[in-house]
């Protein structure tokens, strides 16, 4: 069974400039997460998708971030525009429903010059 | 707010040693927590998933505790090897259902 994938796995932009990121969970995993982690620090929740309805989005910056998941399947997360401060690594993760066992993707290492 | 704090930040033992690292939360009220193991520059791969109905869970040298009513667990990793040098993380979920983190505890197992 194949894991959650994301892509890019690295991205250096400027800052002020776009950047998007990418992620296919777990066939069959209904719920999808997005966590930002900075160095040395555990992940936290930006975003938590039931299929495709954003349920819990209280932690993203709605100024410059966005998410969608048009078809419950894919997800997509963007930043516009990037700034000095949004460089992290940024993790997607998904579980068959809400309360479940997460898995989590390789994440995509994003850093802002 | 829950708080997940991970005692000691980092450790360094030799090969065979048992180890055990700490986990505390404040807000009891949990769904689940969950072990997970980061490598560097990797995602996080999960190891040990404890509802908040059971007490432990095993899986290989690995056996992870859960004392709801003191807001406590610990991961218990029997006969260390080098491989299992990684950062260990701990998360709980409550009724937001969103997995709250520690900051980790960073293994190093010395051949």
């Known amino acids: 069974e194949a894991g959650v994938v994301q892509s890019p796995r690295y991205k250096i932009i400027e800052k002020k400039q776009p950047v998007a990121f990418w992620c296919n969970p777990i066939s069959g995993h209904n719920t999808l997460y997005w966590y930002l982690q900075n160095l040395g620090q555990g992940p936290e929740l930006l975003i938590r998708?039931?299929?495709?309805?954003?349920?819990?989005d209280s932690q993203l910056p709605k100024d410059r971030f966005s998410a969608e998941r048009l078809k419950g399947v894919d997800s997509t997360l963007k930043i516009q525009p990037a700034e000095l401060g949004d460089s992290a690594v940024y993790l997607c993760a998904s579980s068959f429903t809400s309360g479940e066992e997460q898995y989590f993707g390789p994440g995509t290492r994003l850093t802002v010059t | 707010k829950q708080e997940v704090t991970q005692i000691p930040a980092a450790l360094s033992v030799p090969e065979g040693e048992n180890l055990v690292l700490n986990c505390s939360f404040t807000d009891s009220a949990i769904y689940n927590l969950q072990w997970f193991r980061q490598d560097p520059g990797k995602g996080l791969t999960s190891l040990l998933l404890i509802q908040s109905s059971q007490r432990e869970q095993t899986s290989g040298r690995l056996n992870a505790s859960l004392d709801k009513s003191s807001g406590r667990s610990t991961l218990y990793i029997a006969a260390s090897q080098p491989g299992d040098s990684a950062t260990y993380l701990c998360a709980v979920q409550g009724g937001s259902e969103k997995l709250v983190f520690g900051k980790g505890t960073k293994l190093t197992v010395n051949p």
């Open positions: 998708y039931e299929n495709e309805e954003a349920v819990d």
